[in-house]
């Protein structure tokens, strides 16, 4: 990160009357919780269709529930790191000083609540909640594991053809009714409300970091370009390039929770 282009975008940031934030899996990964696509990343070890999908929980809800129990039981350990912390606080500072944060995440660990965001736009939902396919109340549930049935079942496999729980075994809401996890699969539509606080958040706002995402899933990957056709500074902060790179005006490259301490350790320049 060559000093001038620090310098340049914090001054910019000073002078950011509105900031869009954008996550991703890598904003985790220094707090332990395996990424994606990365070296050993979750979908490097599973088709994320066969797990992460309508069909797949059509096909077999137990094995999708393995998943999400494995999941769950990996983030319990997992606290956040220095860029979570970075973030909340140039939010709280930001919004003290009577300015607009909105911190959008397509991230489901629960991780930037824990540090301090207040409230991010959870885009891919939450491993945190439970949905009930009866009723449709979507609730807190932290029970690891989510039924004494998948105690110490660890990351299933995708080969296994026979169903390895019965539905008697899956969590039940009060009403009777099986409970999912909340949180949006492939080929499901993301709520509005979240896609509606994302588009409010990036319409108009100065600066728009992105943080920690290849940027391939959509359409959370498309709130850059439209940062971009609304005439915001993009920058990204990321191991290696993704695929919005090419669309950033300031690129970091260096982990997240190294390299956002120091870079979002600015103040809001007084209004003119
Ligand atoms: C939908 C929940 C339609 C599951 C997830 C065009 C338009 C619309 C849709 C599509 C489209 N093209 C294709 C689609 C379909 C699909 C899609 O985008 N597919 C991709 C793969 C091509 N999109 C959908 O299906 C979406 N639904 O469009 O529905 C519709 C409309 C109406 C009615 C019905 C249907 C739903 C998408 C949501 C899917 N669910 N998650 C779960 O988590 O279990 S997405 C999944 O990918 C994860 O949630 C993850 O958050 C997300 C994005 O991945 P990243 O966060 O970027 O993570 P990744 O590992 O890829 O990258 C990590 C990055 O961090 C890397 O760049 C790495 O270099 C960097 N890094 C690593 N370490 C660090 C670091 N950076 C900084 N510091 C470090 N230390
Ligand atoms: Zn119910």
Known sequence: MSTASRERFQSSL??????????????????GIPTFRGAGGLWRRYDATSIASPEAWQRDPG?????????????????????????ARLEAVWRDAGRTFTLITQNVDGLHEQAGSRDPVRLHGSLWQVRCLACGSVTENRDVPITPAFAGSGSPDPDARARRFTAAELPHCRCGGVLRPHIVWFGEALEERDLAAAAAGVEGCDLLLV????????????????????????AEVNVEPSAVTSLCDFVFTGGAGEILPSLLDVAPEPAP
Do not use: D, M, Q
Request: overall charge positive; charged content about 20%; hydrophobic content about 45%.
């Open 14 to 31: 000073r002078r950011a009357r509105k900031i869009a934030v954008l996550t991703g899996a890598g904003v985790s990964a220094e707090s």
């Open 63 to 87: 094995l999708v529930w393995e998943f999400y129990n494995h999941r769950r039981e990996r983030a319990l350990g997992c606290a956040p790191n220095p860029g979570h912390r970075a973030l």
């Open 211 to 234: 943080v920690g995402t290849s940027a391939v899933v959509y359409p959370a990957a498309g709130f850059v370009p439209l940062a971009r056709r609304h005439g915001a500074l993009i």
